[in-house]
Nanobody, 121 residues
Framework: QVQLVESGGGLVQAGGSLRLSCAAS????????MGWYRQAPGKQRELVAT???????NYADSVKGRFSISRDNAKNTVYLQMNTLKPEDTAVYYC???????????????WGQGTQVTVSS
């Protein structure tokens, strides 16, 4: 089985910073893109940032210049450094990975359980 486990969420004041981590574990053969999505109450889940295995990044316009995504391929871990946080960044943040387990020969999408980020004004 494959698991994605997020950590690093919490409560922070506006203007503050948080760093999220997501570690993929289990019987993993290979990981392509990894990323972060978020879902605020009453809203649809939206993309925050993604990063390919080669390090190419993509960001939502709302977080460009404030958030930075990175990964450690040796540790199967992706990070999201969030700076200058705003109340509108409040949401549950989900880790996502496009990976192939050792059990199957195709790549599939996996999600973490989510971590709450709350930004107070």
């Amino acid at each position: 089985q494959v698991q994605l486990v997020e950590s690093g969420g919490g409560l922070v004041q506006a203007g503050g910073s948080l760093r999220l981590s997501c570690a993929a574990s289990g019987s993993i053969f290979s990981i392509n893109a990894m990323g972060w999505y978020r879902q605020a109450p009453g809203k649809q889940r939206e993309l925050v940032a993604t990063i390919t295995s080669g390090g190419t990044t993509n960001y939502a316009d709302s977080v460009k210049g404030r958030f930075s995504i990175s990964r450690d391929n040796a540790k199967n871990t992706v990070y999201l450094q969030m700076n200058t946080l705003k109340p509108e960044d409040t949401a549950v943040y989900y880790c996502n990975a496009d990976l192939r387990s050792r059990r199957f020969s195709v790549y599939s999408n996996y999600w973490g359980q989510g971590t709450q980020v709350t930004v107070s004004s």
